[in-house]
């Protein structure tokens, strides 16, 4: 009991603004622990898109405007392509801002590739810890377009797809189907030709189709402009109840995997399929 102890203690500190505590229970949480949290309504934010088209730069400048709107903000970002491009470049963004900010701004890396099973089960318990600790605002930072970056987006209501001034980014996301999950698409780096080229083009793309509700917003996030307009633009979002359920079915289909793969007759099982001992419909009855 003394580890419940410990934990509950470690809780109230990290909800007191430890920082130090609130990164051992993130760890925690990664190791399978299970916290005694009830909190359901944090604010979460997705953000995905290419490699390199400015998510962590824009996350950092976003960050800055809402820590100046007396916001305390998290971010969570999930398999940074490099760790100067990913959480560490936020941190030392956030370390050169004044000191007073930086409590006000919390940055974890997380990588998958310590997860053989996945991310998915830990970020929503990672998301109810930093909200019940008092983080207003939670952001997902993924690296992407395929189908794991979909299911870690699908955990924010909120989702936000980054994209560069080169148009043929965004056709792959349309591809992958993430799209669908976005509520708006930014254009950042809006200071390079092409830009607002590219924002045309985009919004004639979603006029024909089922996305004329879609917001498409330019952004540079070197030269900070637009970055005022993207935060209110984001806190005015609604939760479009048709984009809710495609996200809640994906992390459904995301617990189900896991379920799956973390099933401890798997091994055999495979086997068993391999060398022809039993049939699909067999090896679902044994699941
Ligand atoms: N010109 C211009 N460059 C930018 C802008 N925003 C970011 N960059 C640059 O683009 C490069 C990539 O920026 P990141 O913020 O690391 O991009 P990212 O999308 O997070 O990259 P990954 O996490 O590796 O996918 C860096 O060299 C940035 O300085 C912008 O608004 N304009
Ligand atoms: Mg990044």
Redesign the pocket.
């Known amino acids: 009991m003394e580890m419940g102890l410990t934990i509950i203690k470690r809780i109230e500190l990290a909800k007191e603004g430890n920082r130090r505590e609130l990164g051992k229970l993130l760890s925690l949480i990664e190791s399978g622990v299970k916290l005694p949290i009830n909190n359901s309504n944090s604010w979460v934010l997705g953000v995905t ?12 400048v976003m960050v800055e405007e809402w820590v100046n709107r007396g916001e305390r903000v998290a971010v969570l ?1 999930v398999d ?3 760790p ?3 959480g560490a ?1 936020l941190a030392d963004r956030m370390r050169m801002s004044s000191a007073d900010s930086s409590e006000s701004v919390f940055v974890r890396s997380l990588a998958t590739r310590n997860h053989p099973g996945g991310l998915i089960p830990f970020l929503d318990p990672m998301i109810n810890l930093l909200g019940f600790c008092g983080w207003s605002r939670i952001i997902i ?1 993924t ?2 377009g395929g189908q794991s970056e979909i299911r870690i987006v699908a955990f924010a209501d909120r989702v936000m797809l ?1 994209d ?1 001034p080169d148009r043929g980014d965004i056709v792959q996301a349309e591809k992958a189907g993430i799209i669908e999950l976005a509520d708006l698409v930014v254009i ?5 030709p092409n830009a607002q080229n590219a924002a045309n083009s985009i919004k004639t793309s979603f006029d024909y189709s089922n996305n004329n509700d879609k917001l498409v917003i330019l ?5 900070k402009t637009g970055i005022s307009e993207l935060i209110d633009v984001v806190e005015m979002l609604e939760i479009d109840n048709e984009r809710n359920s495609l996200r809640i079915k994906e992390r459904l289909l995301s617990a189900w995997d896991f379920l799956l793969l973390s099933n401890p007759a798997l091994n055999d099982i495979l086997l068993d399929l391999e060398s022809g001992r039993i049939n699909l419909d067999e090896a679902l009855n044994r699941l």
């Open positions: 898109g290419p490699p390199g088209v400015g998510k962590s730069t824009l996350i950092g970002a940074p392509s490099s100067r491009s990913g470049l930072e690296v992407g980054v560069g950042n780096k809006s200071d390079l952004t540079s996030a070197l030269n």
